[in-house]
């Protein structure tokens, strides 16, 4: 209980007040912490965690309710330290960025899907689970109990626009039909030998029916067959999860919202004056 009621205290040093967006319909559990005997509720779930706008709020973040929808990109980073070493040397993220990217999907049957390239080598608790074989292109089930078991950070960019049933039927038959190809290790070096977007188109298109595939080429792809990128704007064997998590060379703002960290647990100090907007977060109050 002491080291569990201190795990709370580090983590509420970062982050001391969370504001929740949405009304608990669960008993939160109660921890205490022996040294300061204060009391922090735990709120368990999924959620995201929204920077507040305002700078006089008491809270730095707003806990949201999380549920995938289709179209979205899930990052990861996760890895042992020569990996995240590898990723930041040939700046392509680790530490703080992410090192894997992943793409929503929906199933023939409707059922919501992670569809991920996985490296061979990857080790984690649910690597012997249906729907996650490392060294293959795998169409995850159960997406919010493979976050949640997943060790390491995670980050979501929402997709915020609206997919015609063209384009959902267009991405799940694509999706089926990569399904099970090998991870493109030989493409690992690509990122850093030249650009994810063209400006010359002088390599002809992009191909979206490749033979082996590493995660941000896979996600990449899934942009172009989704339709909001030309086959000869984009080459997704260039491309590194940094490349669609950062909007520099890559712009997803126009349809995708920005990265927001994703959590299974948000802390609160119990019997505080919290702060309540009364507008959404993402709306602005424009001049007349």
Not at 120 to 140: L, N, S
């Amino acid at each position: 209980m002491i080291r569990r009621s201190s795990l709370v205290c580090a983590i509420l040093l970062i982050n001391p007040f969370v504001c929740l967006a949405f009304q608990p319909q669960d008993v939160p559990e109660l921890v205490k912490c022996p040294a300061c005997k204060k009391e922090f509720e735990v709120f368990r779930g999924s959620f995201l965690l929204v920077a507040c706008d305002n700078r006089s709020a008491r809270t730095h973040h707003h806990a949201q309710q999380y549920q995938p929808s289709e179209g979205d990109l899930i990052f990861f980073n996760s890895g042992t330290l020569a990996k995240q070493l590898a990723f930041c040397l040939t700046c392509s993220g680790g530490f703080s960025q992410p090192t894997h990217v992943g793409v929503v999907v929906k199933d023939r049957d409707g059922e919501l899907k992670l569809l991920q390239a996985l490296d061979p080598i990857f080790k984690g608790p649910v690597h012997r689970r249906e729907g996650y074989e490392p060294g293959r292109v795998c169409m995850t089930p159960n997406i919010l109990d493979h976050l949640k078991q997943y060790p390491g950070s995670v980050w979501i960019r929402a997709y915020h626009d609206t997919m015609t049933p063209a384009q959902s039927a267009s991405l799940t038959a694509w999706a089926r039909r990569q399904a099970g190809k090998p991870y493109a290790v030989q493409k690992l070096p690509l990122p850093t030998l030249g650009l994810p977007v063209q400006t010359l188109h002088l390599l002809g298109p992009a191909r979206t029916e490749a033979d082996s595939w590493h995660c941000s080429g896979l996600a990449t792809a899934s942009l172009i067959i989704m339709g909001h990128f030309d086959h000869w704007d984009l080459r997704p064997g260039f491309t590194d999860p940094e490349d669609l998590f950062s909007d520099m060379l890559v712009d997803l703002s126009p349809v995708w919202k920005s990265p927001v960290r994703w959590t299974p647990r948000v802390y609160r100090l119990r019997n505080i004056e919290t702060h309540r907007e009364q507008r959404p977060v993402t709306k602005r109050v424009q001049a007349r």
